[in-house]
């Protein structure tokens, strides 16, 4: 994954603002080292398929800019009428021409309202589905892209996928609006010229291949900046998105004043990189107009010595006019390149997320389980997270029977919660094999698999939204039963507090379960796990936050599920570990079943 930017957060060793650590990624990534069309290319060919999904509107928007376009190229005609009745008025036909001109103002205005409203659509729906498809790509991609030192970062992707995904609906529009529309201006414009003096045209031409030299050589320089202000405030996002939800932690170590600093020293950076760029921007256009009124004045020079007497006063007007709207397409092709070569990184960053690859495959024939009775076999397994790291488990054998329940011991780090993460195959072993009833898991559909393996992590998730949500989350998206919810709640011992909650089972808990207690978090949680109803639950740590009459409910729970689950318990308290019929340590990769009398001596238990 090195392609991804690494926002690094070292320890802090000083509260002072002044010497805060630099913490955004000091190189830029490049992964790409294409010449800059061949890198446009491959950007406008990344986002074809999404473009051309919306083929409707695109079409409608541009024959709206065919009407648009027709109604201009008329009324540059209309203009130069105009002007001959200077000293020789027609009141009849003035009055006429005027309301053609204003007809034709007026389809124009309609016309281009129409095509920007239906190219926003393409726009919007292309990226749109950009968005869906990176999102549940990135969803359904291992675990291994998340953890460990080399994990994106979830703020990195949300900026990605909300914030950048914007920029490349800008760019998506630019195209669209340029690639029709402008080309059909510039040509109604340039015939139009033609039409009236070749030899002006001609000279007004230069002004194409310089305004071109200039727009590329910018949009270079464009692409560059962009880039650096997409990172900057790509690292702002995650440095948020990582001590937001850490502000208790945040405010109990006295670190505001630190945070305050690390704040400002993210959004400095990313002050000076769009500063930066929009100062580029804004220089772009000043440019073109220099050479656009250099060319005019080449123009009024040339009709003086080249035109005398072939050109009247009419065809000064309609060629000036006409001068004037080829500009503006011009203008518009640059800005679309400019345009692109801005959203080029965005469009790199978010198609980046496309790219992860799930290790953990569905075989083609993976069967589904559509019972089992809970027998689970670790044969040989062996597991590690990295080429060059340590093994957490080593060959490891262990025979758990139906219904029954067992639990594990063992120091911080030992891979009790590693365990637990292979039986429901976020990982997959380096060698050796999981069983449930005699099936591989590997020859298992991930669905059924997960189904039947419930897990009660240390780490409790739980989303805004109400109680009953939270425990039926299994059926969030479909049909959540009430009653099944209910008993879940009470088989967890979370019966009575929900119902002492203002709402009940429709009181919203807060962002995380924020407005819960620890322990009141785990019983959700275990409820939740009951709900999903599945024949094997894994609790790890589950009862590590309670109180002593929280953690006697939950034992009470843990007792009544192990009459019809096969249960396996990561705990510390004796209390726990003695539920089980069979005690096992796990650390140094081995795993060593403990006798009870060790265990009441208290030899394995902190
Ligand atoms: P336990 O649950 O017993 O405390 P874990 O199974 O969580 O232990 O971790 C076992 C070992 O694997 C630890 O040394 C830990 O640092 C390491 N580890 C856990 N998750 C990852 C990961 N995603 N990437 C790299 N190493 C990890
Ligand atoms: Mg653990």
Known sequence: LSFLPKPKLPLLKSHNSTNVPSLLPTTLPNPTNRHPFSQTLHSITSLKPYILSHRRPILLGWLCSLVSVYSLAKTVTKMGKFSAFIGNLDPAAFRNEGLAVGVLVLARLVAVYWQQAFLWDAALSAVYRVRAEVFEKFLGSDLGFFEGSGGVSSGDVAYRITAEAADVADTVYALLNTIVPSALQLLAMAAQMLSISPLLSLISALVIPCMALVIVRLGVKLRKISNKAQLTIAALSAYLNEVLPAILFVKANNAELCENARFRKFAHADLSAHLEKKKLKALIPQITQIIYFGVLFLLCAGSLVFSRGTFDSCDMVSFVTALVFLVEPIQGVGKAYNELKQGEPAIERLFELTRFKSMIKEKPDAVDLDRVTGEVKFCDVSFKYG?????????????????????????????????????????????????????????????????????????????????????????????????????????????????????????????????????QKQRLAIARALYQNSSILILDEATSALDSRSELLVREAVQRLMENHTVLVIAHRLETILMAKRVFLLGDGKLEEVTRSSLLAGQHVS
């Open 387 to 519: 080429d060059n790291k340590p093994y957490v488990l080593n060959g490891l054998n262990l025979h758990i029977k139906a219904g029954e329940t067992v639990a594990f011991i063992g120091p911080s780090g030992g891979g009790k919660t590693t365990l637990a993460k292979l039986l429901l195959r976020l990982y997959d072993p380096l060698s050796g094999c999981i069983l449930i009833d005699n099936h591989s898991i590997q020859d298992v559909k991930l669905t059924s698999l997960r189904r039947h393996v419930g897990l009660v992590s240390q780490d409790i998730t739980l989303f805004s939204g109400t109680v009953a949500e939270n425990i039926g989350y299994r059926d969030l998206m479909t049909n959540i039963d009430m009653k099944m919810v209910e008993d879940a709640a009470r088989t967890a011992n979370a019966d009575e507090f929900i119902r002492n909650l203002p709402e009940g089972y429709k009181t919203n808990i807060g962002p995380r379960g924020s407005s819960l207690s620890g322990g």
